[in-house]
């Protein structure tokens, strides 16, 4: 599975951008799959993850309440809608994929959980 992020860019604390995670050449329909975002300095951190049915959705402390993670299985595309932007929010935003993901066990946290990783896409939040 090929993965691409697209949609990040800069934008003002408190306004709102749309990241997109496409598949190339294959389904996802069967993929759980998830955003992660990675700081400079810092080690790459959960933001959202959802099932493949859209059924499970889990959402960082940090994010929770203005970040929205969705998927359209027909498009082969995750997306998440960040709300409420705040100058920690920078970070580059990579989406991932896995057939093996398990939400009622908490394996989909963590970067190792997942086999698929798209190039990153960079969000900036200036003030």
């Known amino acids: 599975v090929q993965l691409q992020a697209s949609g990040g860019g800069l934008v003002q604390a408190g306004g709102s951008l749309r990241l997109s995670c496409a598949a190339d050449?294959?389904?996802?329909?069967?993929?759980?799959m998830g955003w992660f975002r990675q700081a400079p300095g810092k080690e790459r951190e959960f933001v959202a993850a959802?099932?493949?049915?859209?059924?499970?959705?889990f959402y960082a402390d940090s994010v929770k309440g203005r970040f929205t993670i969705s998927r359209d299985n027909a498009k082969n595309t995750l997306y998440l809608e960040m709300n409420s932007l705040k100058l920690e929010d920078t970070a580059v935003y990579s989406c991932?994929?896995?057939?093996?993901?398990?939400?009622?066990?908490?394996?989909?946290?963590?970067?190792?959980?997942?086999?698929?990783w798209g190039q990153g896409t960079q969000v900036t939040v200036s003030s």
């Open positions: 991932a994929a896995d057939e093996s993901l398990e939400f009622n066990s908490g394996r989909y946290r963590f970067p190792g959980d997942y086999v698929y």
């Open positions: 050449g294959r389904t996802l329909r069967n993929y759980g």
């Open positions: 959802i099932s493949w049915s859209g059924d499970d959705i």
